[in-house]
């Protein structure tokens, strides 16, 4: 077990987070507006990173990015937290299901809808990153088995947990209650449930897509086979309004294995408002705290 996930267990679910919060976030006219809002949620007795996180719908990666100045893992009644619900939308078509690995979160937009639904989920390890791609959906599993690798059953044995060359459907299944296979390479990637929801909202899969029970419960009754999937990695994202302010959300960045991008920032979204004066630097301290919401970084006309 990891040391997030030890701390993460540090408290307990409190009754009044213990229920799914799934709701719509309207698409506003002008798609160049940050959608969604940001959350201060006062802490009580009992609340920890990991309800709050599972509660609000938001990784605890991206609540710990939100709030570098307070301890989420020591919370004491009466804090204020930042709930980092407010975003940009990813450069990708606004159909069917968006991945974005960077910021650990699933858009799904409904058909004839002009709303969002924004879910968080864990994705692929370092060695075993979750690609970029555009597919769909070619399969509906409920209650599915899983058939592990060659590769996944050694990882375990090295563990000292042996594992049957199909793992039946049930609480020992990682794949949860609810599975959608991706048509991408040969089917080994897909969207599923956990049985271990501190899974979500990291990077510690072997390239699915994990969700929380009762958030992949909900999407599974709403999409089908056929249903588009994008996957995307965009650790900036950039968008100009219709008055000409632009906005900035920077997420760590992620190579495609998985680890840490320490490469050169790449600038090119924000060439045109450079080149209107706006300074560099200023910019470059924004992206670099990578905080994950939405930032005015400047007026372009």
């Known amino acids: 077990m990891t040391m997030l996930k030890y701390l993460l267990l540090i408290l307990l679910l409190p009754a009044w987070l213990a229920q799914a919060n799934i709701s719509p976030i309207p698409l506003p006219e002008d798609k160049g507006q940050p959608v969604g809002q940001i959350v201060v949620h006062t802490v009580q007795e009992g609340d920890s990173l990991a309800a709050l996180a599972r509660y609000y719908g938001v990784s605890p990666i991206l609540m710990l990015a939100a709030n570098p100045d307070r301890d989420l893992f020591l919370l004491r009644a009466g804090d204020q937290v930042l709930i980092p619900n407010q975003l940009l939308l990813p450069r990708a078509a606004t159909k069917g299901i968006v991945i974005n690995l960077a910021e650990l979160r699933l858009y799904y937009y409904p058909e004839q809808s002009n709303e969002v639904y924004v879910f968080p989920i864990g994705i692929g390890r370092v060695g075993r990153a979750t690609p970029e791609m555009i597919t769909r959906i070619t399969e509906m599993r409920k209650n599915p088995t899983w058939t592990p690798t060659a590769n996944t059953r050694r ?147």
């Open 155 to 301: 990882e375990y044995e090295a563990k000292g947990i042996p594992l049957p060359a199909v793992v039946p459907a049930g609480p020992d299944n990682p794949l949860g209650e609810y599975a959608m296979r991706l048509a991408y390479g040969s089917g080994e990637y897909l969207i599923h449930g956990t049985n271990d929801p501190l899974d979500v909202g990291l990077r510690a899969s072997a390239g699915c897509i994990r969700m929380y029970p009762e958030h992949v419960e909900w999407l599974f009754a709403q999409v089908d086979s056929g249903t588009q999937v994008q996957i995307v990695n965009q650790a900036l994202k950039v968008s100009t309004d219709q008055y000409g302010q632009t906005f900035v959300e920077a997420h760590e960045p992620l190579t495609p294995e998985g680890l840490a991008d320490t490469r050169p920032l790449d600038m090119s979204a924000l060439t045109p408002l450079l080149e209107q004066g706006a300074d560099q630097s200023a910019i470059e301290q924004v992206i670099r705290q990578q905080q994950g919401l939405p930032q005015l970084v400047g007026q372009l006309y």
